[in-house]
């Protein structure tokens, strides 16, 4: 019993470890978590009410109003000069009304294709919320584990010089070395030490940074895992037509001069006459009067037409014009933004491919040249010890660019993703996920 009871705990951490190592773990919690995309949120359901409010213009609308009243009359004279007695009088009326508006000039009609197009308006700035929040999450999460490698290649080679500095203080007792080669080893320590703490202190920063991305404690034994991977765009010319059909702001531009029109064709239906209908039914009952009850029902159709406003009717027309041409030149500035924008995270994806491809390559020739010097200077070959600190600055360097390229080429694959609009959590393929 005991045998399965240790079987089972040990599955369970390993599927939380492999849970706080799932970069999609942490994009869903950002995309929980993160206030401004829960306000993006709210404001998509607020925005979205605005199709309830233009639809109920075509709707009839409906009053119930009552009102009671007392009145109390005293010090009565008549023309001849005589008194007369007090008197009182106790109101009650209550009345129903409906009211429906026949024709405004299709105003009510482009309010109505306005409230949808805001609502689409906002459906995109939300979309581009959550790209902006799923690239942050995942920038953050790289870049936490680019940090914590680079923390310990250079943990790795501050060690490797203290033995080094013990080895060459032993070689140079027994006069195989010069001081020199020794304060050189020293300098190379010192140096080493150095870069370690600026390391550590990148890597806090970036626990900080992913804690506040993602709202989440941040993992602190982290795998090197670079599994993830995206359907990308396969040219260029793919990429732009995907941003052209996807892109958010693009979009966002287009609707803007979507929903100008339909301003200024409600500026314009201002201008048209308009026709509305009304039904009301009163009760009044007037305890002291002549009449005690009486009911009252009336039909009533009014036709106005506004012919003249003192300008203002004409000026708000020439208003919603001008800005309806303003909306199209920022579409056409957008449309050449985005072709840019797009233009260049192509070619930082393909950079990025090529930085990660030469950067192995670097990194494998480095290991095996460190290897090499290092074993000819232990064994008392002709390497100098300049030349070991060389190859183990060579070998650092090279495991640092590699890591780096890592993170930069998925995170160019994601900037590029973004700008063709496909950066949603559908969209990552991950092996334990799949």
Do not use: C
Not at 40 to 55: F, G, P, V
Not at 362 to 367: G, M, S, T, V, Y
Request: charged letters at 25%.
């Amino acid at each position: 019993m005991i045998k399965y009871f240790i079987i089972l705990l040990t599955f369970l951490n390993f599927k939380i470890l492999l849970a706080e190592n799932n970069v999609i773990f942490f994009v869903e919690s950002a995309l929980k978590n993160n206030p401004k995309i829960n306000a993006e949120r709210e404001n998509l359901k607020a925005i979205k009410q605005n199709e309830n409010i233009s639809r109920s213009e075509f709707l009839p609308s409906l009053t119930i109003s009552g009102s009671k009243s007392s009145t109390e009359t005293t010090n009565i004279i008549n023309q001849s000069g005589e008194r007369s007695g007090d008197t009182s009088r106790n109101t009650e009326t209550k009345k129903i009304s409906v009211d429906q508006k026949i024709f405004q000039g299709f105003q009510g009609f482009n309010n109505f294709k306005k409230s949808r197009l805001e609502f689409e308006k906002a459906k995109n700035n939300y979309k581009q919320v959550e790209q902006e929040t799923i690239l942050n999450s995942v920038s953050t999460y790289y870049d936490l584990i680019f940090k914590n490698q680079s923390k310990d290649f250079n943990s790795a080679n501050v060690d490797l010089f203290e033995r080094q500095v013990e080895s060459d203080r032993s070689r140079l007792q027994k006069g195989e070395i010069s001081l020199t080669d020794l304060a050189q080893s020293e300098s190379s320590l010192a140096g080493a030490q150095a870069s370690f703490i600026k390391a550590d202190s990148e890597y806090i920063s970036a626990i900080a940074e992913f804690e506040r991305v993602n709202r989440i404690k941040a993992p602190r034994d982290l795998i090197d895992n670079f599994e993830i991977s995206f359907k990308m765009p396969l040219s260029l010319k793919e990429a732009l037509e995907l941003s052209n059909l996807n892109n958010p702001s693009l979009a966002i531009a287009r609707i803007n001069l979507a929903i100008s029109e339909k301003e200024l064709n409600v500026e314009k239906a201002r201008l048209s006459p308009s026709a509305t209908l009304n039904y009301s039914k009163t009760e009044n009952t007037d305890l002291n009067a002549t009449i005690d009850e009486d009911e009252e029902e009336t039909v009533k159709a009014t036709i106005s037409w506004p012919i003249i406003k003192g300008g203002k009717n004409f000026s708000s027309i020439k208003k919603f014009k001008h800005q309806k041409e303003k909306n199209a030149l920022l579409l056409e500035d957008k449309e050449n933004e985005i072709k840019t924008q797009t233009a260049t995270a192509w070619s930082f994806f393909q950079s990025a491919e090529s930085v990660l491809a030469s950067t192995e390559a670097q990194l494998r020739a480095a290991e095996i040249a460190n290897e090499g010097i290092t074993l000819e200077y232990d064994s008392g070959n002709t390497r100098t010890t300049l030349e070991v600190i060389q190859s183990r600055s060579l070998l650092l360097e090279a495991r640092i660019s590699n890591a780096e390229a890592k993170k930069d080429f998925i995170i160019s694959k994601m900037r590029l993703l973004m700008q063709v609009g496909g950066l949603d959590l559908k969209s990552f393929k991950y092996p334990n996920n799949q």
